[in-house]
């Protein structure tokens, strides 16, 4: 099993959820503003990837939620600097992480 894909395909089965959650609770956005405006304000997080995510944010929902379920080079890099981390409750996490490794593996 190749590790690298395995997360790629975590980070994606995660990030379609959370696109789901979206659609469903737009409201839930408002989290992961303030997530990104602390990236801002205190630098934490490389200005490029902060920057995009603020616009995403700021943007149209479907546009985010492509972005979310995309698999080109520029999402991965979004998706492994997320303002989504612990969105979704531990057994969700975990059940992702099983169901990811079970497909994968084959």
């Not at 989290?31 to 801002?40: F, K, S």
């Not at 979310?68 to 890099?77: F, Q």
């Amino acid at each position: 099993m190749d590790l690298h894909e395995l997360a790629e395909e975590r980070s994606l089965a995660y990030h379609g959820r959370v696109a789901a959650l979206l659609r469903a609770q737009p409201d839930r956005l408002a989290t992961a503003r303030e997530r990104v405006a602390g990236w801002l304000a205190t630098g934490s997080v490389h200005a490029i990837y902060a920057s995009a995510w603020r616009d995403l944010l700021d943007g149209p929902l479907a546009a985010l939620c492509a972005l979310l379920e995309n698999r080109d080079e520029r999402a991965r890099a979004l998706r492994q600097v997320t303002p989504f981390a612990g969105f979704l409750p531990p057994r969700e996490r975990w059940a992702i992480w099983r169901e990811t490794r079970a497909r994968v593996a084959g």
